[in-house]
């Protein structure tokens, strides 16, 4: 596709429940990264994958959380037992070869509400 | 405090006035300083990328860096409704995480 791909775009959460996002990076894209979006805060760094890689998953905030991109391309943010403090926007970005995120280009985000 | 501050607004302006948008960060390692503007219920869009000091112009958009005082601006002349959304500035070492700061609103009344 022409960007970055994410779905859904809304998800309603029972907590406690277990929830899966998906991302599909524009094609060819090394550099993928997660961000996590507070109502009226900016993007905060969750983890990077460079093709199939994790390099960095220092921002997930709980071991709950769980991100994958096994073949290098569409990557899933997995987000177990959700709780209300995960009530966020979460966002996806692809980058051609920067791991610096600087020319990233970013999905449309999944909101995601516990209740 | 925060690695990146920004004043969150609403900044309401009139079309075609100036306007200036500005962050303060304390990590002076970072290297990478940009500008991204996010419409409601949007992902960010890049407006503006500068490597380390200096000023770089896009059209009607002109960034400033300054290391010495550790102080980012967005200028965006001739401004226009179009224009309205929230900034983010954002910064990063040259490493994987990249900083933002928590997003000024922007509102241009025609």
């Known amino acids: 596709g022409a960007g970055v791909s994410q779905s859904p775009r809304y998800k309603v959460a029972k907590r406690g429940q277990d929830v899966a996002l998906r991302c599909d990076p524009i094609s060819g894209h090394v550099s993928l990264f997660w961000y996590q979006q507070a109502l009226g805060q900016g993007p905060e760094f969750l983890t990077y994958f460079q093709n199939e890689a994790q390099l960095d998953k220092s921002g997930l905030p709980s071991d709950r959380f769980f991100a994958e991109r096994p073949e290098g391309s569409v990557s899933t943010l997995k987000i177990q037992r959700t709780q209300k403090e995960d009530s966020a926007v979460y966002l996806c970005a692809s980058s051609l070869v920067r791991i610096d995120g600087s020319e990233a280009f970013f999905g449309q985000g999944t909101r995601l509400t516990v209740v | 405090q925060k690695e990146v501050e920004q004043d969150p607004g609403p900044l309401s302006v009139p079309e075609g006035a100036i306007v200036s948008l500005n962050c303060t960060y304390s990590?002076?390692?970072?290297?990478?300083f940009m500008w991204y503007r996010q419409y409601s219920r949007k992902g960010p869009e890049l407006l503006m990328y500068?490597?380390?000091?200096g000023n770089k112009e896009d059209g009607r958009f002109t960034a400033q860096v300054d290391k010495s005082s550790k102080y980012i601006s967005l200028f965006i002349r001739d401004s226009q409704p179009s224009d309205s959304a929230t900034y983010l500035c954002a910064m990063n070492t040259g490493g994987f995480k990249t900083i933002f700061g928590a997003g000024t609103r922007l509102f241009v009344k025609a």
């Open positions: 500068t490597y380390s000091s």
């Open positions: 990590n002076s390692a970072f290297q990478y």
